[in-house]
C-alpha cells in the first residue's frame, strides 16, 4: 500500500497548550481519516475528510485536507490529559467494493497536568 | 450508539493451532475489514469483505487466513495454521457504502 509518513512520532506536552501534527503521503488521497488509540484498544474515529482544501473541526479538534490530497494536519487545542494516545492518520481511495485504509505509524502524545 | 464487536478479546494458541477470531459488524453496514496491528507498530490491512466475497486484501493475507459470513450477523477471520510472527492485536471494521470505518476493540492474538 502507500507509505504514509507521520510526524512527530511522539510528543510531550503540558496541559493547555495546543498540539499539531501531520501526515503526508507519496500518493494522492480521496479521504483523508485521523483516529486516536488507547492502549488495548481499537482505533477511533476522530474527523473524517472527503473535500481537497476541507477543513473540520470537531470540538477542540482541527484538521486539514491539503490542496494536493497528499496530505493533512491535526490540531488539538488547549490540550487535557485525557488527549494521551496515540493518533494515527489514514488515508484511502474509495472503490465500489470498498476500501482498504493505509495508517501512518503514529503520534504518541502525553499531557501531564 | 451501534459499534462493532469482538471476541475473543484476549486468545492464547500453541504455534500450529488453528484460531477462529469472531467480529459482529454494525448491522445495516456492508463491507467488512480486518486489520492488525503488532505491539508498538501501526494498523495494517489485511482484507476487505463485500457481497460475500473478499474484494480485496493484503500481503499479509495468504493462505493461512481466511474470512467468512457465516450468517447474517457474523464476520470471521481464520488462521489455519498460526506462526509466531502472528502474535498481535486483530481489529474487525465494518463501514456502509462510501462511509467511514468504524473499529472493533480487537482481540489480542498471542502464539506460543
Known amino acids: 500500500g502507500q507509505q504514509l509518513n507521520q510526524s512527530p512520532q511522539s510528543m510531550f506536552i503540558q496541559e493547555g497548550e495546543d498540539v499539531s501534527m501531520n501526515c503526508t503521503s507519496s500518493s494522492i488521497f480521496n479521504t483523508w481519516l485521523w483516529y486516536k488509540q488507547d492502549p488495548g484498544e481499537g482505533p477511533v474515529l476522530l474527523i473524517a475528510?472527503?473535500?481537497?482544501?476541507e477543513l473540520t473541526s470537531n470540538g477542540r479538534l482541527t484538521a486539514q485536507f491539503g490542496i494536493t490530497r497528499k496530505d493533512s494536519f491535526l490540531n488539538i487545542s488547549a490540550s487535557i490529559p485525557s488527549d494521551v494516545g496515540i493518533y494515527f492518520c489514514?488515508?484511502?481511495?474509495?472503490?465500489?467494493?470498498?476500501?482498504?485504509?493505509?495508517f501512518g505509524k503514529g503520534t504518541s502524545l502525553l499531557v501531564t497536568p | 450508539e451501534p459499534e462493532v464487536t469482538q471476541t475473543p478479546s484476549h486468545q492464547v494458541t500453541q504455534m500450529g493451532q488453528e484460531v477462529i477470531l469472531r467480529c459482529v459488524p454494525i448491522?445495516?453496514?456492508?463491507?467488512f475489514y480486518w486489520y492488525r496491528q503488532i505491539l508498538g507498530q501501526k494498523v495494517e490491512f489485511l482484507v476487505s469483505?463485500?457481497?460475500?466475497?473478499?474484494?480485496?486484501k493484503s500481503e499479509i493475507f495468504d493462505d493461512q487466513f481466511s474470512v467468512e459470513r457465516p450468517d447474517g450477523s457474523n464476520f470471521t477471520l481464520k488462521i489455519r495454521s498460526t506462526k509466531l510472527e502472528d502474535s498481535a492485536m486483530y481489529f474487525c471494521?465494518?463501514?456502509?457504502?462510501?462511509?467511514?470505518?468504524?473499529f472493533g476493540p480487537g482481540t489480542r492474538l498471542t502464539v506460543l
Open positions: 469483505f463485500y457481497n460475500n466475497e473478499i474484494s480485496e
Open positions: 471494521a465494518s463501514s456502509g457504502w462510501g462511509d467511514t470505518q468504524y
Open positions: 489514514a488515508g484511502h481511495l474509495w472503490l465500489n467494493s470498498g476500501y482498504a485504509l493505509n
Open positions: 448491522s445495516n453496514h456492508l463491507y
Open positions: 475528510l472527503y473535500k481537497a482544501g
